[in-house]
């Protein structure tokens, strides 16, 4: 198993590299001088160049690419210079914000997603199963804006059930956290249910056909039982892909739903350092969140692992 | 008539205002209650307070640096510039000294005397070139301010300025005054923790989420403010930023006329009330004359008389903005007869562009956002119509004033801001010579009606002057107007003694709740 682990390890350093390659190309890229954008309307010419060259910008990329990486290898990312805060400050102040979102998405679409399968498979092409399947592509096709309105408009406006809109910090109020959470949270669940539903209905439908099913089913056992014991765990290894996977899409849907919910997370820090050209905060966001998603792509590798010993053994 | 009698009479409009000024605050027939809380939902994130840092204050700051500064003058209701932290005033002939005697006993939240030396550093602080601050150019007409005496604050213009107390009194990153101490103390920390002498208090402040502002209990303004804490919140979705105002969570909120329907909405609902500004100045356009097709006027007159003002409304508005037909608007003093303004003709436009016998094509920057885009795709068709072609070029808005400044643009929209005297904008967008006459145009007329206007004191003949300059750029064709300024906050109808909105700035610090 450590073998295994450190193999991974190792694989990840290349892909690290790349993303910080790419996260340093994106900002360098963008159209805009960022010393203008610093300086302001009214900047001179002369200003520029001596913003310029205080900064490095007229250096070759590769140059600034290294000296960038550099500091970044020492832990500084660099300061926003509209806020003066330091990236790493301006990440801790909403990455826990951003965190709880995500978990409690994931947490719900799972809650709806794992037991629709399971009923879905267990009567495979009866009506519940073509219902909830076709509930499933309908949801798909919503996009999370509108769910976000349509649920603030039902809960918070006509029903006066939850917030529309704001945060509290966990700490400081528990339950007053949760509800504000309920709505972001469920608008996202319901892009990720469907996903999670078709996956592990599948699997569980092929699970069901082996033999060792219909020993089980011979020996007598109940048809719970060999459902939630049998045929889950069996069935559920595509299920941790796409659940680790779904972390890493969810940050893009947080993007869009902490703006319409008005939450303090990394997503609404990350629009606005697009719009205000914030491009120290929007390097090092990126660059945080990519690497934090190679991180968890490293995770589901050892689940995966622990639940299918094949795989670490480099049989599968 | 001896020269103090001159005086007297030149500066009694402005202690009369004064005096009118300061009715509303203690007049009986408003019962103000105090204490309570609101939240004000804003569009933006604050970045910070520190003019070396953020540069220039959007519309969210501009809400909060009215209740956590002071500046050194106000506008009263009828838009005249009234005492604040500064009592009088008197100015030279020439409009190019002015002096302010400064209210005394007031104090900074951290204890600091504030008084004329606290000002001019605060002024030095900003102009100093050594500080590399954006702020610095809006404050290049003033050459430096003096403090005689601990009361007393000199400004030294480098040009006639006859309405400087009314300028100088948006929220602005060059207005508010800090506590020197503050930013002295605090370095790199101060521009997320300002210190004003105004009515609130910063209390704390969750990035992204809450800005909590506590009343100042030893405010100068005895008996004011009156709510105990008002509570600022950035809600960038308009359509979440509504709903929470209808569900009570925001007691106030920014909005725009692109947020048409929520705006109707709220007018029929009996539970909120529409707080609605029509201010001066206007979205604007410039032509770049220097360069073909628009360094024929034939062209330009052609492209303003095929803009169908009305129906551009209702297509991006739902008929809200209102039309524009000269840069000053219905909220300016200055009122026109006759501002010359081209008729809308599609044939008299097809006619000029026939005449003119070469094909019409140019480019357009357009702001690279929704409402910049569809603004240039209804102005393509209407310039189509008439037979010209217009490309739209997208930017990013930080793109836009340096493409602007350096003339790289054959069309660039612009907009003249809400302030209380036409002067300064009018001076820097059409003198010549000015870094900011985009256009490129050159006309002594239109120079010495310029100039006339800002060193006169009689109002009727500075509208009639500012008329003049309408009608002659209206007739070069040189920049167009589309639609007034006009500004929006929904609010509660609970929410009590909302000011005029005075540059979109939503002013809290003066309500109450019923």
Redesign the interface.
């Known amino acids: 198993m450590l073998n295994f682990v450190v193999r991974r390890l190792l694989a990840m350093l290349p892909v690290l590299l790349a993303v910080s390659l790419l996260t340093f190309l994106i900002a360098s890229l963008l159209p805009g001088d960022l010393a203008l954008v610093i300086l302001g309307d009214q900047a001179t010419p002369e200003n520029v160049a001596a913003l310029r060259r205080d900064m490095g910008l007229d250096q070759p990329l590769w140059w600034r690419y290294l000296s960038w990486l550099g500091q970044v290898l020492q832990g500084d990312l660099g300061r926003s210079f509209r806020t003066g805060q330091t990236v790493l400050q301006a990440v801790a102040e909403r990455i826990p914000v951003s965190l709880q979102l995500m978990l409690m998405a994931e947490f719900i679409g799972l809650l709806i997603g794992v037991p629709v399968a399971i009923a879905c498979a267990a009567r495979a092409g009866g009506a519940f199963d073509r219902f909830m399947t076709g509930s499933a592509f309908a949801m798909l096709s919503m996009p999370s804006f509108l769910v976000a309105i349509l649920l603030i408009y039902l809960f918070a406006v006509e029903l006066h059930w939850l917030p529309a809109t704001g945060y509290v910090p966990f700490t400081e109020a528990p339950l007053g956290n949760l509800r504000f959470f309920v709505l972001p949270a469920l608008t996202l669940a319901l892009a990720e249910w469907p996903g999670i539903m078709r996956v592990l209905r599948s699997d569980m439908i092929a699970t069901l056909q082996e033999d060792y099913i219909a020993l089980a089913k011979a020996k007598g056992l109940k048809p719970a039982r060999i459902l939630f014991v049998h045929a889950l765990k069996p069935s559920s290894l595509t299920l941790v892909t796409v659940t680790g996977i779904n972390i890493g899409r969810l940050l893009g849907g947080t993007l869009i739903v902490e703006s319409i919910f008005a939450l303090p997370g990394i997503g609404r820090l990350l629009v606005g350092a697009i719009y205000t050209r914030d491009l120290v905060i929007l390097q090092g966001v990126v660059l945080l969140v990519a690497c934090g998603f190679v991180i968890v792509n490293f995770i589901v590798d050892m689940l995966y692992a622990v639940l299918d010993p094949r795989i670490r053994h480099g049989h599968a | 008539m001896t020269k103090i009698a001159a005086a007297a009479r030149k500066h009694a409009p402005i202690f009369l205002v004064a005096a009118f000024a300061l009715l509303p605050l203690t007049g009986p027939a408003q019962a103000q209650k105090s204490g309570g809380s609101i939240t004000v ?1 804003q569009e933006l ?1 604050i ?2 307070f520190d003019p070396l ?4 204050y959007d519309t969210s700051t501009f809400t909060a640096a009215a209740a956590i500064f002071d500046t050194l003058t106000t506008l009263d209701e009828k838009g005249q510039a009234a005492p604040k932290l500064a009592v009088s005033w008197t100015h030279s002939d020439d409009y190019m000294t002015w002096t302010f005697k400064l209210r005394e006993g007031v104090k900074f939240h951290d204890g600091t005397p504030f008084n004329a030396q606290a000002f001019k550093e605060n002024f030095d602080r900003q102009k100093d070139p050594a500080n ?1 601050c ?1 702020c ?2 809006y404050i290049t007409n003033i050459k430096e301010v003096l403090a005689p005496d601990e009361y007393t604050l000199v400004y030294k213009l480098t040009d006639p300025s006859v309405n400087l107390p009314a300028v100088i009194t948006i929220q602005s990153q060059n207005n508010v005054v800090h506590s020197p101490t503050a930013w002295k103390t605090k370095g ?2 101060y ?2 923790n300002p210190v004003g002498t105004g009515p609130y208090i910063l209390k704390s402040w ?4 809450r800005m909590v502002l506590e009343k100042n209990p030893n405010y100068w303004d005895k008996g004011r403010p009156y709510l105990d804490r008002i509570i600022l ?5 308009a ?3 509504f ?2 105002l ?5 007691d106030i909120i920014w909005d725009d006329e692109n947020d048409a329907d929520n705006i109707m909405k709220a007018q029929k609902d009996s539970k909120l009330t529409v707080h609605t500004y029509k201010g001066s100045g206007a979205a604007v356009y410039a032509f770049n004359t220097k360069v073909a097709p628009f360094d024929d006027v034939r062209v330009r007159q052609a492209l303003v008389m095929a803009i169908d003002r009305p129906k551009m409304s209702q297509a991006i508005t739902n008929g809200l903005s209102r039309p524009a037909s000269n840069p000053y608007g219905d909220g300016s003093w200055v009122k026109c007869k006759d501002d010359g303004a081209l008729p809308f003709d599609v044939e008299k436009a097809k006619a000029l562009i026939k005449d003119y016998g070469k094909p019409v094509e140019f480019k357009m920057l357009v702001t690279a956002t929704p409402r910049g885009r569809m603004v240039g795709q209804v102005l393509q068709q209407f310039w189509k119509r008439v037979g010209a072609n217009m490309e739209i070029e997208q ?2 808005q ?2 836009i ?2 493409r602007a ?1 350096t003339r790289q643009f054959q069309m660039t929209p612009w907009r003249i801001v809400d302030l209380a005297d036409p002067d300064p904008q009018m001076y820097a967008n059409f003198r010549s010579g000015s870094p900011l006459a985009l256009a490129g145009y050159s006309n002594p007329e239109l120079d010495k009606l310029l100039d006339h206007a800002r060193v006169t004191a009689d109002l009727g003949q500075r509208s009639e002057d500012y008329c003049a300059i309408s009608r002659l750029i209206n007739k070069e064709a040189i920049w167009f107007w589309t639609f007034q300024n006009t500004y929006y906050a929904l609010s509660s109808a609970k929410l009590k003694g909302f000011p005029k909105m005075y540059n979109g700035v939503i002013d809290v610090s003066r309500t109450w709740l019923e």
């Open positions: 939902g994130e970045a910070g840092k953020v540069g220039v590399k954006r610095a150019f790199d920390d521009n997320r969750t990035a992204g989420d919140k950035p809600l960038p979705d359509q979440s930023r709903a929470s209808q569900s009570g969570e925001a930017v990013d930080a793109t004033p340096s400044f």
